[in-house]
């Protein structure tokens, strides 16, 4: 089965200073699968998940979406973050709009949307994460997992191509995690494109098309989840595993 590659990442090379964050990277996402990327803290996860959408610039290698390399700056570099939704682990609301406001915002500055039809789009995205209920509240009043699917409407609200998820619920109390990760499950279901970044392996395992291991700013392992959790072929990998998988 081929599928047409939405992300492709050519020896991709990241430094910051001395240090090599990202060493000869490469990786191909196609449409409609969702990628996990998993390894231990400093193996470059969130570096990779951030190049993806510009928020870090590489020092060489390539990477493009849908074809076309990512522009520099400027308007198509906007309309290159509204094509790609990043959710991070904190949930970078504006504190003071409401809910509805945070969602809509973006679809009229960036997508031109009139304001009656963003809210309407945004209705319907906190009915699908399950907050419509919370449309006219502020963000500090919901709790963390209530925000981050707040921070997932908005990122959907752009109709994006794929979504980014940098270890979206790290931050999040273990009673509101699921909550954040059957919104992920139900994306992942519709055939959103997603590349995510985490710890969670059932999340991992259920979810993934694939598993990409990565290790010391390199791709490691890029695996069917199955064959990744209970074949592992690299030693790092096995060592990553037997740590986590215990507790």
């Known amino acids: 089965m081929t599928v047409d590659p939405l992300i492709e990442l050519r020896d991709v090379n990241k430094y910051y200073g001395e240090l090599h964050v990202l060493r000869d990277v490469d990786l191909t996402v196609g449409k409609g699968e969702v990628v996990v990327v998993i390894g231990p803290s400093g193996s470059g996860k969130s570096t990779l998940c951030r190049t993806i959408n510009r928020l870090e610039t590489i020092q060489s290698g390539q990477i493009r979406l849908d074809g076309?390399?990512?522009?520099?700056?400027?308007?198509?570099?906007?309309?290159?973050?509204?094509?790609?939704?990043?959710?991070?682990?904190?949930?970078?609301?504006?504190?003071?709009?409401?809910?509805?406001?945070?969602?809509?915002?973006?679809?009229?500055?960036?997508?031109?949307?009139?304001?009656?039809?963003?809210?309407?789009?945004?209705?319907?995205?906190?009915?699908?994460?399950?907050?419509?209920?919370?449309?006219?509240?502020?963000?500090?009043?919901?709790?963390?997992?209530?925000?981050?699917?707040?921070?997932?409407?908005?990122?959907?609200?752009?109709?994006?191509?794929?979504?980014?998820f940098d270890e979206p619920t790290s931050a999040l109390d273990p009673e509101m995690i699921n909550e954040v990760l059957e919104v992920m499950q139900q994306l992942a279901r519709d055939g959103m494109t997603m590349v995510v970044v985490t710890h969670e392996m059932g999340f991992a395992r259920s979810a993934a098309n694939r598993v990409v291991f990565m290790a010391d700013g390199r791709v490691v392992e890029d695996r069917a989840p199955e064959d990744f959790f209970t074949r592992p072929e690299s030693e790092r990998a096995r060592d990553f595993l037997s740590k986590i998988l215990k507790h």
């Open 68 to 164: 076309r390399p990512l522009p520099e700056e400027g308007k198509a570099l906007a309309r290159l973050r509204a094509e790609v939704g990043m959710v991070f682990q904190s949930f970078n609301l504006f504190a003071h709009k409401t809910v509805l406001q945070n969602v809509s915002m973006g679809q009229v500055k960036v997508r031109g949307r009139k304001k009656d039809e963003a809210d309407r789009r945004s209705r319907e995205l906190l009915e699908r994460v399950g907050l419509s209920a919370h449309a006219a509240k502020y963000p500090a009043q919901l709790s963390g997992g209530q925000q981050q699917r707040v921070a997932i409407a908005r990122a959907l609200a752009m109709d994006p191509k794929v979504m980014l």
